[in-house]
């Protein structure tokens, strides 16, 4: 089955610096590679995603970017404000099979004002 | 349009005791999940399901049962709680290949 590995698993930056989180995943068939934000006491939530037809996405301060050969995928987001702080997990699906994701563990981005 | 919604938010409970836990969704989605988190670990998914009536084992299934009798609903059961279950459970729903749409969580301690 697919394994995705997320590091780091905690990451602090100050305001205004760039913060980058990484995803590898093992399955070649995998396509569908979403990220979501957890903020304290709240359900996971899409911030953005990407298939494996195209190799980057930006939304205003975040940008995803994919190498399908070396099967990895990164979140990238700068200006880092104190409200980015929260809980950041990766994850890996495909449209061939069950379509289950597979989630990584977490990271903890922290921003100190 | 409330999205995804648990009941209840927060619940203690004894080991021994049984308790399920309902998710709603008002998306017409065909996939529903449940997972658990704690800390370091990340979500892992107990069951899922594809479609009204179906149900699979995830990677985290053993002293859980669920079901699916309606297509917005899907309740997680624990016949026997055990403190190992202590955990914040959350359910999610999708049409398969996209987001994942998750509620609010629901947080349980079994002492």
């Known amino acids: 089955g697919e394994n995705v590995e997320q590091h780091p698993s905690t990451l602090s930056v100050q305001e205004g610096d760039s913060a980058v989180i990484k995803c590898t995943y093992s399955d070649s068939a995998s396509n569908y590679f979403p990220w979501y934000k957890q903020e304290l006491g709240k359900g996971p939530q899409l911030i953005i995603d990407?298939?494996?037809?195209?190799g980057e996405k930006k939304d205003q301060r975040i940008a995803v970017t994919l190498n399908k050969t070396a099967k990895h995928f990164s979140l990238h987001i700068t200006e880092t404000q104190p409200e980015d702080s929260a809980v950041y997990f990766c994850?890996?699906?495909?449209?061939?099979?069950?379509?289950?994701?597979?989630f990584g563990r977490g990271t903890s981005l922290i921003v100190h004002p | 349009n409330a999205g995804v919604t648990q009941t209840p938010k927060f619940r203690v409970l004894k080991t021994g005791q049984s308790m399920t836990l309902l998710c709603a969704q008002d998306?017409?989605?065909?996939?529903m999940y449940w997972y658990r988190q704690d800390p370091g670990m990340g979500l892992r998914l107990i069951h899922y399901s594809v479609g009204e009536g179906t149900t699979a084992k995830g990677e985290v299934p053993d002293g859980y049962n669920v079901s699916r009798l309606k297509k917005q609903n899907f309740l997680l059961g624990l016949e026997s709680a055990a403190p190992s279950q202590t955990s914040v459970y959350f359910c999610a729903s999708n049409v398969g290949y996209y987001e994942q749409y998750f509620g609010p969580g629901t947080r349980l301690t079994v002492t």
């Open positions: 998306m017409n989605h065909e996939y």
């Open positions: 990407i298939r494996s037809n195209v």
């Open positions: 994850a890996a699906s495909q449209s061939g099979g069950s379509y289950i994701p597979t």
